[in-house]
């Protein structure tokens, strides 16, 4: 899933080319998830994806530091 402003409703508005997530639900599957997102400070827009390929992705592009912090503040319950 890439959230990036690419459609003009998303590239206008008083910051440009900003959107932001404002929620989310997974679908049934257990797997797809949908993210709500504002776009260009006057719409709401929603973008899928597989909860799986996100999660490797993470594991593919993060840092053994930052998995290490990561399981440290799991670890202690942060």
């Not at 797809?32 to 994806?49: H, K, N, Q």
């Amino acid at each position: 899933m890439d959230v990036r402003p690419e459609a003009a409703y998303e590239r206008g508005g008083d910051v440009k080319d900003v959107v932001f997530p404002c929620g989310q639900t997974i679908g049934a599957d257990g797997d797809t998830i949908y993210l709500y997102y504002g776009a260009g400070d006057s719409c709401m827009a929603l973008a899928t994806g597989s909860i799986r390929s996100l999660l490797s992705w993470l594991d593919s592009n993060s840092s053994p530091w930052e998995r290490m912090t990561q399981d440290r503040d799991l670890a202690s319950g942060r």
